[in-house]
């Protein structure tokens, strides 16, 4: 069940305007960001903080994989509405399917490339609790990333940190698209929307 | 010891306007915003999302109960640099240290009201992996804050859950002033500076 009620478009009013760039990527406006309009400047920080890390600069990773990191920190954690929104983002940005399905076995599947092992790896020690993050795993790190990169990595991390108690505490209700996307996408890999069923 | 460099102080100079709210609201410039500043534009970007949850508005709960929500987040985390900034800051912000370091406890000690209780309880919950916050646990919460406040209180949680990870990963090391207050206050709920330590010189 919903535990905050998301605004609709009217009751969000003028904030809705904040949000022409993500229902023009998504094709839809995303309930969790309805339930931050409740406090607008809420949602403008969590806004600035998405375009920040999605600045890209020469150094820039691409935003496939910041978002197949933000998928395996989600997973991780278990926020399933989470695990739904990356994987469309990440499909949206150029990682096929097949990938995204086969995440859970990124040590052992031919699909993922070293440097995209290192990454997954540390996306799922840092979200974990305890944290389980090793001197070793930035060692590895930097044989793959720039300084500049680890931040950028991190930073996607930290916002599924975000994100990841945000939705998974209000059982934030998972919209049609993204829950056909993971019905289809990642339903074989034991992806289900439990409470975010809506 | 902090994995990625910490920026100097002439690094971060052209930063000055971005990280002031950060110095006015904890007495010094953490090392955390040290590291982001690698990338200016996350700098930035954090800061605003910083003001925009801690800063008290019309209805909001106070600040001081803000940071004490973090500080019972970040021990669900196991965080210990988010453990010593926050108890820091919520006695910064006018909670006696008693009570700062009395919040491992708050379910027995008399310091604490029911309405702090709820969400110091909530924070526990919604900071654990995997989440444990239930519909009891809003129906509580709904008997103490309004609507506006939950969102409030979850958006902390929520900020928490991006700096846990960002310097519990990074192992950022802790500055003197969040240092002397946990070494003073919070060692009796288990506190110690662990991997959080400058590196060698």
Known sequence: MTRIEPLTDKQMGESIDLLKPTIERLGFLPNS?????????????????????????????????????????????????????????????????????????????????????????????????????????????????????????????????????????????????????????????????????? | MSRVKLLSGDELAPYKEIIEPSIQRLGFLPNSQRVMAHKPELLKAYGELGKAVMNETEGSISVALKYMIANAASMAAGCMYCIAHTGGATAHKGTEEAKAAAIWEFETSDLFTEAERSALRFAQAAAAVPNLATDEDFADLRKHYTEYQIVEIVAVISMFGFLNRWNDTLATALEEEPIAFAEKNLTGAGWTQGKHVEAAE
């Open chain 1, 33 to 198: 960001q309805r339930i931050m309009a409740l406090k607008p400047e809420l949602l403008f920080g969590i806004n600035e903080l998405y375009k920040a890390i999605m600045h890209r600069t020469e150094d820039s990773l691409p935003p496939g994989l910041l978002y197949l990191v933000g998928n395996a920190s989600s997973l991780a954690a278990g926020c399933m509405y989470c695990v739904a929104h990356s994987g469309g983002a990440a499909s949206h940005n150029g990682i096929e399917e097949e990938k995204l399905a086969a995440i859970w076995e990124y040590e052992i599947s031919d699909l993922f490339t070293e440097a995209e092992r290192v990454a997954i790896r540390f996306a799922q020690a840092s979200s974990s609790v305890p944290n389980m993050v090793s001197d070793a795993d930035f060692a590895e790190l930097k044989e793959h990333y720039t300084d500049y990169q680890i931040v950028e990595l991190l930073s996607i991390i930290g916002l599924y940190g975000f994100f990841n108690r945000w939705n998974d505490t209000l059982a934030t209700p998972l919209e049609d698209g993204a829950k056909a996307f993971a019905e289809k996408a990642i339903g074989k890999a034991g992806w289900e929307a439990g409470k975010h069923a809506g």
